[in-house]
């Protein structure tokens, strides 16, 4: 995973957010929850879907996007955001990343 991507722009950032408050949202929702244009929601969730963190599918005509946390990285760069928006706790994200680095080494 290439964090400073991810990290690095403002648009990934909010739909990150968004998705994190909002278990699952239509495309359009998130359009406007980010206050951003389509396509620049589009091309971003192509990033994020890339790294594995966001899930689509279809229902009707609408494209549904949602976090996926079956991902331990998608889980670590929630962390993150809180801590760079001031919510979160260090002590957390700590232990988080020592049981993912344990996990792996196994």
Do not use: P, W
Request: hydrophobic share 40%; net charge positive.
């Amino acid at each position: 995973m290439n964090l400073s991507r991810i990290l690095r722009s403002a648009c990934r950032r909010k739909i990150l957010i968004a998705l994190s408050k909002k278990q699952e949202l239509n495309m359009m929702k998130l359009v406007h929850t980010v206050n951003s244009t389509y396509n620049e929601v589009d091309r971003n969730l192509r990033i994020l879907g890339a790294e594995g963190l966001v899930a689509q599918r279809h229902r009707d005509h609408n494209r549904i996007v949602r976090l996926n946390l079956k991902n331990d990285d998608a889980l670590i760069v929630l962390k993150i955001l809180k801590l760079l928006n001031g919510s979160g706790d260090l002590k957390q994200l700590r232990r988080k990343l020592s049981l993912i680095t344990e996990g792996n080494s196994n």
